[in-house]
Nanobody, 122 residues
Framework: QLQLIESGGGLAQAGGSTRLSCSAS????????LAWHRQAPGKERELVAA???????????SMKGRATISRDISSDAVRHTVYLQMYSLKPEDTAVYYC????????????WGPGTQVTVSS
């Protein structure tokens, strides 16, 4: 069973940067697309960035030019760490950020981390 644990986040200033990490572990983690979603108060959860096991990445339009996603794979391939580096932060980036995973063949993210809060002050 896949397990996702986020770290990072906290308080940041507008114009600053922050990095989130997600540790994904499980025997079949290599078969999963890993992604970051976020949910701001009163808004729907939205996809921020995703990366597959071929290291092809996707960045949402709202974060293009302000975020990168990367994926490190452990030597035994059972632990992957996904990083979301965000730059030029805006107050509207304030949200709970969730790490999520889905099988390559699926359209649905079916495994979620507990989330980590990012608060951007102006």
């Amino acid at each position: 069973q896949l397990q996702l644990i986020e770290s990072g986040g906290g308080l940041a200033q507008a114009g600053g940067s922050t990095r989130l990490s997600c540790s994904a572990s499980g025997r079949r983690v290599s078969a999963y697309v890993l992604a970051w979603h976020r949910q701001a108060p009163g808004k729907e959860r939205e996809l921020v960035a995703a990366i597959d096991t071929s290291l092809r990445s996707y960045i949402a339009d709202s974060m293009k030019g302000r975020a990168t996603i990367s994926r490190d794979i452990s030597s035994d391939a059972v632990r992957h760490t996904v990083y979301l580096q965000m730059y030029s932060l805006k107050p509207e980036d304030t949200a709970v950020y969730y790490c999520a995973a889905k099988p390559r063949s699926s359209d649905t993210y079916d495994t979620w981390g507990p989330g980590t809060q990012v608060t951007v002050s102006s």
